[in-house]
């Protein structure tokens, strides 16, 4: 049986991650692009300000073929889905009909997603869509998953959550009303290790600003 090729938005956080691992499980899509926005300007993942280094130690790990789109420092909307829509096009030309993504079960950025494919022959596919986050936290952990957290909004989580380990001590003392996903914008988190890599990626904590309204917590390959 032929797998539908496909391609997943990839952030580099447990969502991403989880969101392979059930797509390579299923053994129906074939996987050809992780896609990641970056901004040029940092050389970071945008919003999880990772290094983007640092994302292609994750890449490599993984065998699939790294899309970076690049964005400029405070690129509006408008900037951003046309860069989106150039690598539409590309997809459509390489005949691929399905891209990937880790939302939970936020209905906007569904609704936004499926907007901007509508017409484009390119169907959204959702594959943790609508599974409890607090086993799907619990779960990723059982797996052999590691993560830690790089990005915190300061108004739900304080700044020394920022570096944490993502693990069951960090989930047991998240405050009430935050996601155990994150899934509201709580933070972020960089995956290290996991059943979809060949290897772990060696890591340390840098140190953590405040920056646009977020603590960003540097994280950086050890060499």
Known sequence: MTKEPLVLSWSGGKDSALTLHTILSQDKYEVRYLLTTVTKDYGRISMHGVREELLSEQVR?????????????????????????????????????????????????????????????????FPLWGKDTTKLAHDFIKMGFKAILCTVDPKKLSKEFAGKEFDENFLSSLPQGVDPCGENGEFHTFVYEGPIYDSPIPIRRGETVLRDGFYFSDILLRR
Not at 95 to 117: C, H, P, S, W
């Open 61 to 125: 790990r993984t065998s699939i073929n790294s899309d970076i789109a690049y964005i400029s420092k405070g690129a509006n909307n408008e900037e951003y889905e046309r860069v989106m829509m150039d690598r539409i096009k590309r997809y459509q030309g390489e005949r691929i009909a399905n891209v990937a993504f880790g939302d939970l079960f936020l209905e906007d950025i569904r609704k936004y997603r499926e907007q901007r494919m509508s017409g484009t022959g390119i169907r959204c596919i």
